[in-house]
């Protein structure tokens, strides 16, 4: 629940509902009623989103997705895939979402059941409460979305869904391993433009990231995330909440296992640069450190990665107790976990100029796993 000391997720003012009239049409056909204009918010991400009361007095969040440019719109029907696949789940299941309430496929618009005052994974993590035991339900339920299908317990006389997507996934995205597009070159930040090109230009890590692809196109493929990240993690009434399914795909469970566990690496890099070592808000976690010696750096880099094995291994034994992994799943979690250094590094360096130590500090993280998987 949100107090003083623990916010609730940071709130942004919507996209006005008079130019997305199809927000409303979808509340309507729902018979939630429409919106109501005041207390409307929405929250961060890339997707326009509304979060609110209905006229009928329903707390509800909507959010659309965007469409490819051939019109389609793959991103609706895996997440729709998703909710056919654990509508499936029986009661109790460690897997939890929020209730999907229904969807346009036309629009691209979903509505979901607000969890109020619950807070995003990130938040949870930079303000040093995502602790051992939420690690471990974490684990439980990632371990639960990949046995969807095969699990026991699941209703057999659940209504058949669209078909799972079993493309490739596209990060990362072997095409800009030899070189960046134009196209994208325009959109991206100079720090971004200058992250990947540690990524081109290490000859190592091309040939480690190809052989990654390699080990996952002949790895036993499950139901997965693909996008899993701190903040696609929701905490309510202290009960864990898995959200985001537009990336769900057949796909090697490892994916999902190593951007866990990159996600605590990269929260340990960022901790170098906190002014104690370890984050405790948001604005400590980009304190810029520029003025550390390198027996500080690796002072602090050492303590931040002590501090976060723990909730490693509580993810993993949660999810040790829900399947039983491949042979081969721990290792290709460990290069899948040093890409996720390298993706979380371009994606934080959007809004600079020039990289800081903490991006140079998660590539070095990152390279020694894609190298070396076998021995981290």
């Not at 799972?164 to 134009?182: G, S």
Request: with cysteine; aromatic share 8%.
């Amino acid at each position: 629940m949100a107090t003083a000391d623990a916010p609730a997720l940071i709130r942004f003012r919507p996209t006005g509902l008079d130019t997305a009239p199809e927000v409303n049409a979808l509340l309507e056909r729902l018979g939630l009623g429409a919106f109501a204009p005041d207390g409307l918010t929405a929250f961060g991400g890339r997707n326009d989103n509304w979060a609110g009361t209905t006229t009928l007095g329903r707390q509800v969040f909507v959010k659309t997705v965007a469409r490819a440019t051939d019109g389609s719109r793959p991103e609706i029907d895996r997440a729709l895939a998703f909710e056919a696949s654990a509508a499936r789940l029986p009661s109790g299941s460690p897997l939890r979402t929020p209730e999907h309430l229904g969807t346009d496929r036309e629009s691209a618009v979903s509505a979901f059941r607000l969890l109020p005052g619950s807070r995003s994974g990130s938040e949870v993590a930079l303000d040093g409460d995502f602790d051992e035991a939420l690690c471990r339900e974490a684990g439980r339920a990632v371990a639960t979305l990949h046995t969807l299908g095969t699990a026991a317990g699941e209703d057999p006389d659940a209504a058949p869904g669209p078909a799972i997507d079993t493309a490739e996934a596209p990060l990362p995205p072997m095409r800009w391993l030899r070189a960046f597009p134009w196209s994208e070159v325009q959109d991206r930040s100079m720090a971004q433009i200058a992250a990947w090109k540690l990524v081109q230009d290490d000859a190592e890590v091309v040939a480690a990231l190809h052989r990654l692809r390699e080990r996952e196109r002949t790895a036993p493929h499950t139901p997965a995330h693909c996008d899993l990240r701190f903040d696609q993690f929701l905490v309510h009434d202290g009960r864990l909440y898995l959200c985001d399914w537009e990336e769900f795909r057949l796909a090697d469970p490892a994916r999902d296992v190593g951007a866990f566990v990159g996600e605590w690496l990269f929260q340990a890099t960022y901790s170098v640069f906190a002014p104690t070592g370890e984050p405790t808000s948001a604005k400590d976690a980009v304190a810029p450190g520029f003025d550390l010696s390198h027996e500080e750096i690796v002072e602090r880099g050492a303590a931040g990665l002590r501090h976060h094995i723990p909730r490693i291994a509580a993810f993993w034994q949660g999810y040790t107790e829900c399947r039983t992994p491949d042979p081969e799943l721990a290792e290709r979690a460990v290069g899948f976990a040093g890409w996720h250094l390298y993706d979380r590094l371009i994606a934080t360096a959007q809004a600079h100029a020039v990289l800081n130590p903490v991006a140079r500090a998660a590539a070095g993280i990152g390279r020694t796993l894609l190298l070396n998987p076998a021995g981290a």
